[in-house]
């Protein structure tokens, strides 16, 4: 089974702009793993950010966007707020009848 | 705007099995991915697998020798059996819809195995 990479953390100053990035062990990260970033708050319930490597739900404020960089799926927030805080997971597909599989996680901390 | 809502035991003695089911409300339960997701206490996020609508299933290699999934479109609902269960599948469990339209996750629901 593939492993996803994710950086397990990473800080950002209010009002910055931080990438965080994820990797496969299969190789390049392509359009065609359809990377999910999705956002869980301490306490609270994960919600999708990001799908499709790019696509933006509705609920998603437009600091943070995807894509894909050097090989590897990206989310990127520029503007970082205090409530920007929280642990953020990677999702690939592997495709048709392969595992989906989430990367460990890069927690996030706004100072 | 879609809802999904799992239900089932909270707590399961270890060696039964354990049985969830996610309501969908909203939407239809057709043209997307239904998956299951858990979370054990302060860790991280672990795909167990999803079926399509169409019928179709994919399991995590880790656990699919002990898991079901499968579709009810007629009460919009799909269910995961987990069976053998130990300490280790003491988790939140999620279920999650995923598609070209994006992922909706439900609200998830904490699953203790203990005897």
């Known amino acids: 089974q593939a492993v996803v990479t994710q950086e397990p953390s990473l800080t950002v100053s209010p009002g910055g702009t931080v990438t965080l990035t994820c990797g496969s062990s299969t190789g390049a990260v392509t359009n065609g793993h359809y990377p999910y970033w999705i956002q869980q708050k301490p306490g609270q319930v994960p919600r999708t950010l990001i799908y499709d490597t790019a696509n933006r739900h509705s609920w998603t404020p437009a600091r943070f966007s995807g894509s894909l960089l050097g090989g590897r799926a990206a989310l990127t927030l520029s503007g970082a707020l205090p409530e920007d805080e929280a642990d953020y997971y990677c999702w690939l597909s592997f495709g048709r009848g392969r595992p989906w599989v989430f990367g460990g996680g890069t927690k996030l901390t706004v100072l | 705007q879609v809802q999904l809502r799992e239900s089932g035991p909270g707590l399961v003695k270890p060696s039964e099995t354990l049985s969830l089911t996610c309501s969908v409300s909203?939407?239809?339960?057709?043209?997307?991915?239904w998956s299951w997701v858990r979370q054990p206490p302060g860790k991280g996020l672990e795909w167990i697998g999803y079926i399509h609508y169409s019928g179709s299933t994919n399991y995590s290699p880790s656990l699919e020798s002990r898991i079901t999934i499968s579709l009810d479109t007629s009460k919009n609902q799909f269910s995961l059996n987990l069976n053998s269960v130990t300490a280790a599948d003491t988790a939140v469990y999620y279920c999650?819809?995923?598609?070209?339209?994006?992922?909706?996750w439900g609200q998830g629901t904490l699953v203790t195995v203990s005897s």
């Open positions: 909203g939407g239809s339960i057709s043209n997307h991915y």
């Open positions: 999650v819809r995923s598609s070209s339209s994006g992922g909706y």
